[in-house]
């Protein structure tokens, strides 16, 4: 039924949780809610993943709204974010169950040059990303989800058809827009993971 087998990367192989990352380094409640609130607004992240901030800017811009005290500590949560990022087994028992039957993966990400460049540095996602035929990362090429241009950027670099593939994301407007180029969108939630195991048994 489907030949390739295209996957999110947050919330779907790994969960992004800015309270869990941030309480690793800080454990009072209140400073905790500060720093999460600055460390992960969306005002830098979605910038980021476009490629149009570097780390030292968002740095700059974390420094500047906090207290002398948490300056330190919210740069070092920003440094250190995607060690404590923790794998969905389920999702990553799906992969190793495509690569097993001889399908093809391949990832559609939006995520930091910071990260495109150093994932290699953390083991258990290296270890998942290693089973893959062909990454896709927004902030170097800067094309981000859900524009349409970064699924035509993927088909092309990956070298595979729309028709053939299906695209599993827990966001509905990126969902949306794999459909609108012909990629079966399929939104992801690890409630769906038994639904997603039977529709990779029925492709093979």
Not at 119 to 131: A, G, M, S
Not at 157 to 185: M, P, R, T, Y
Request: charged letters at 25%.
């Amino acid at each position: 039924m489907y030949k390739n087998f295209i996957f999110d990367f947050g919330q779907v192989i790994v969960k992004f949780e800015p309270e869990y990352m941030t309480s690793v380094y800080v454990k009072n409640v209140d400073d905790a809610k500060l720093v999460e609130e600055v460390v992960f607004d969306r005002l830098y992240w979605d910038k980021l993943d476009a490629g149009l901030l570097t780390d030292e800017d968002v740095k700059n811009g974390i420094i500047s709204r906090l207290p002398e005290r948490l300056k330190d500590v919210a740069c070092t949560i920003y440094d250190n974010w995607y060690y404590n990022i923790p794998i969905i087994n389920e999702t990553v028992a799906l992969i190793k169950k495509i690569k097993e039957k001889g399908g093809k993966l391949f990832l559609i990400s939006n995520i930091s040059n910071s990260f495109a460049m150093n994932y290699t540095k953390v083991p258990q996602i290296k270890e998942v990303f290693d089973l893959f035929d062909g990454l896709v990362f927004s902030g170097p090429i800067k094309l981000a989800k859900p524009s349409k241009e970064i699924f035509h950027y993927a088909l092309g670099k990956f070298g595979i058809k729309a028709e053939d593939s299906i695209f599993f994301d827990d966001n509905k407007d990126n969902i949306l827009s794999a459909d609108s180029v012909g990629i079966k969108g399929y939104l992801f939630s690890v409630d769906s993971i038994s639904d997603i195991d039977n529709l990779i048994s029925n492709s093979f």
